[in-house]
């Protein structure tokens, strides 16, 4: 049963403390991404990663860190630098074969920081 | 600054009626447009997409309609049904494999 798994789904960590939210894809997916979404705002991109061993920014990227060692794997952190972490974090996939291919997302995951 | 903007925050539709959900963008490079739906705590599901070259693309309930000129999509979906209700987002993209989004349109679907 391929898909998208993002784990947990509730995170609670103290104000200073970096955190690692975990994402992974068996859809063999070349193409990743890392979205964050607040109250009455779209999903903002934070970072994606096109191919293994590459990743670029997105449009909200102060804050967080990522790396793509494997095609499977796309983990990202949320360190002390960002100013406002508590969110939900999704993250998605796209075959990344061609322009017009839709995202996949995993079901999210809440960080609270207290 | 946001090129995709849905300005109705919120629908509110009665069970059997249409839905209309508009989206707007500023880009004009824009050529592939996709509408997503989410329930809280969820991530989003794709819902239909249309690319620049068509006006309408229809798949059983949901129909997009494509205004280039207008920089204007929307969708319908008819009818409607309790289970419809959550929220919708637009999205679009050009060039690469980004999107963006729009701030989304929660639907509540009356009984």
């Known amino acids: 049963d391929g898909g998208i798994t993002q784990s947990p789904k509730y995170l609670f960590r103290k104000e200073g403390q970096n955190v690692t939210l975990s994402c992974e894809q068996n859809?063999?997916?070349?193409?990743m991404y890392w979205y964050r979404q607040d109250p009455g705002q779209g999903l903002r991109l934070i970072y994606y990663s096109q191919i293994v061993n590459d990743f670029q920014k997105g449009d909200i990227a102060e804050g967080y860190s990522v790396s793509r060692e494997k095609k499977e794997s796309f983990p990202l952190t949320v360190t002390s630098a960002q100013k406002n972490p508590t969110a939900f974090y999704l993250c998605?996939?796209?075959?990344?074969?061609?322009?017009?291919?839709?995202?996949?997302f995993g079901p999210g995951t809440r960080l609270t920081v207290l | 600054d946001q090129q995709v903007k849905q300005n109705s925050p919120s629908l509110s539709v009665q069970e059997g009626r249409i839905s209309i959900l508009n989206c707007d963008y500023t880009?004009?490079?824009?050529?592939?447009f996709l509408w997503y739906k989410k329930y809280p705590a969820e991530g989003p599901t794709f819902l239909i997409s249309?690319?620049?070259?068509?006006d309408k693309n229809e798949d059983g309930r949901f129909t997009v309609f494509l205004n280039k000129s207008a920089k204007h999509l929307s969708l319908h979906i008819v009818p409607s049904q309790p289970g419809d209700s959550a929220v919708y987002f637009c999205?679009?993209?050009?060039?690469?494999?980004?999107?963006?989004f729009g701030a989304g349109t929660t639907v509540t679907v009356r009984a």
């Open positions: 880009n004009s490079m824009f050529d592939y």
């Open positions: 998605a996939s796209s075959t990344g074969t061609g322009l017009y291919n839709e995202q996949f």
């Open positions: 859809l063999n997916h070349d193409a």
């Open positions: 999205a679009a993209n050009w060039g690469d494999y980004k999107l963006s």
């Open positions: 249309i690319s620049s070259i068509k």
